[in-house]
């Protein structure tokens, strides 16, 4: 049966149509995968310093951070993507902290929370870690000493943004 014109024209446009292109379903997988994995964040808060006080004030219900997904701290490295690191560090604690960040399988990702652990802060000397990031690689750094609720619920939200976008990329070097 010879077919007319406009299913001729019906059947070019489903051809030339998104669904027919290279990497349509896999794209289409990644962004499911990127919006579940953005809202069960499930947070491993290494804590050593006085930033934890705030850490604890945005945890309680006051600031919800359950509308995000990460209201559920996890005390087990293999069970967390999300090392909140909160807090001065020593370089005599620099190897736990790498330790629980290696302790944890991919994909994850790493919060500096605190000037302490982004630079330093105003602890400038020899026993202080100059910025975690000298150890481990940070996705976000929430600045402050110590941060405003505020700013720790910017951090999470471009924290969110960045796990959406990560696909199934590991970190460089992985
Ligand atoms: S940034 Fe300020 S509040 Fe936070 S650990 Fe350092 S000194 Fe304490």
Redesign the pocket.
């Given at each position: 049966m010879e077919l007319t014109a406009p299913q001729k024209e019906n059947i070019q446009k489903i051809e030339h149509s998104n669904l027919f292109t290279p990497g349509f379903f896999s794209s289409k997988v990644s962004e499911v995968v990127g919006w579940a994995r953005k809202n069960s964040i499930f947070q491993f808060p290494m804590v050593t310093?006085?930033?934890g006080m705030e850490y604890m004030s945005v945890a309680c219900s006051h600031y919800d951070i359950d509308r995000f997904g990460a209201g559920f701290p996890r005390f087990s490295p293999r069970q967390s993507d999300v090392l909140f690191v909160v807090?001065?560090i020593s370089h005599k604690m620099a190897p736990v902290m790498k330790r629980i960040y290696e302790q944890m399988t991919e994909p994850k990702w790493v919060v500096a929370f605190?000037?302490?652990t982004c630079t330093g802060?105003f602890y400038d000397n020899y026993a202080t870690v100059q910025g975690i990031d000298t150890i481990i690689p940070v996705d976000v750094y929430i600045p402050?000493?110590?941060p405003r609720p505020e700013t720790v619920i910017d951090g999470l939200i471009k924290l969110q943004e960045k796990i959406e976008h990560s696909g199934f990329e590991s970190r460089p070097g992985k």
């Amino acid at each position: 049966m010879e077919l007319t014109a406009p299913q001729k024209e019906n059947i070019q446009k489903i051809e030339h149509s998104n669904l027919f292109t290279p990497g349509f379903f896999s794209s289409k997988v990644s962004e499911v995968v990127g919006w579940a994995r953005k809202n069960s964040i499930f947070q491993f808060p290494m804590v050593t310093a006085c930033c934890g006080m705030e850490y604890m004030s945005v945890a309680c219900s006051h600031y919800d951070i359950d509308r995000f997904g990460a209201g559920f701290p996890r005390f087990s490295p293999r069970q967390s993507d999300v090392l909140f690191v909160v807090g001065t560090i020593s370089h005599k604690m620099a190897p736990v902290m790498k330790r629980i960040y290696e302790q944890m399988t991919e994909p994850k990702w790493v919060v500096a929370f605190g000037v302490c652990t982004c630079t330093g802060g105003f602890y400038d000397n020899y026993a202080t870690v100059q910025g975690i990031d000298t150890i481990i690689p940070v996705d976000v750094y929430i600045p402050g000493c110590p941060p405003r609720p505020e700013t720790v619920i910017d951090g999470l939200i471009k924290l969110q943004e960045k796990i959406e976008h990560s696909g199934f990329e590991s970190r460089p070097g992985k």
